[in-house]
């Protein structure tokens, strides 16, 4: 595989990079991205490709269960960067269905020591649809559950997004607006949950 990787990259040059050289030449001076996406590591969701975006458009976080926890040094200084120096005026969090970070809530490995910790940053998702089923008495199969979760994830960690001091003070000046959307692997569509 990492020799089909180089061989990608080989093609890439060829095919596309020399084709829009100008392009290139413009993007290796600056970047100007007007989307911070904050999504999922897993392999079916490619940002640019899902959204037909080119690179330079779309400034890309990415974690198992497109988390937003506000103990994260990484996705700190993403978000800082993106909002104090790239000025970037839109974060959507992006969740997808059949996602394995979300199935791990439910199903834990004994092997695991990381992401079971790393989860607890989306267990409230789990415990608020949970609770809504239960108050409302009704059932539903394990794939809905699991899609309701997912959707419930994505405005949990749009709440933790708010909790960033320099994001609400961003959102509060209309300098930034953020959403939750939702990636539709069998259909290939996105769907806006907030």
């Not at 095919?15 to 100007?32: G, I, N, S, T, W």
């Not at 999504?39 to 497109?66: L, M």
């Not at 092997?111 to 790393?118: A, G, H, M, T």
């Not at 008495?137 to 699991?146: N, Q």
Request: proline share 4%.
């Amino acid at each position: 595989m990492i020799t089909s990787l180089l061989e990608g990259n080989k093609k890439f040059v060829a095919e596309v990079f020399e084709r829009e050289r100008p392009y290139f030449d413009e993007l290796a001076k600056v970047q100007k991205p007007t989307v911070l996406w904050i999504g999922c590591s897993d392999s079916r969701v490619p940002v640019n490709t899902i959204t037909q975006t080119r690179p330079g458009e779309v400034f890309v976080h990415r974690n198992v269960g497109n988390i937003v926890a506000t103990n994260d040094w990484n996705l700190s200084a993403v978000l800082e960067f993106s909002i104090n120096h790239l000025n970037i005026p839109d974060i959507v969090v992006c969740g997808h269905y059949g996602c394995g970070g979300i199935q791990a809530l439910d199903n834990e490995d004994a092997e695991d020591r990381y992401i079971p910790i790393w989860l607890i940053n989306a267990q409230k998702a789990r415990s608020r649809v949970d609770q809504k089923l239960a108050g409302l008495h009704i059932d539903v199969s394990p794939e809905k559950r699991h899609q309701l979760i997912v959707e419930e994830n994505v405005r949990l960690q749009l709440d933790h997004l708010r909790e960033y001091p320099f994001v609400a003070r961003a959102m509060a000046g209309g300098a930034l607006r953020i959403s939750g959307w939702v990636y539709d692997i069998a259909s290939g569509e996105i769907r806006i949950v907030s």
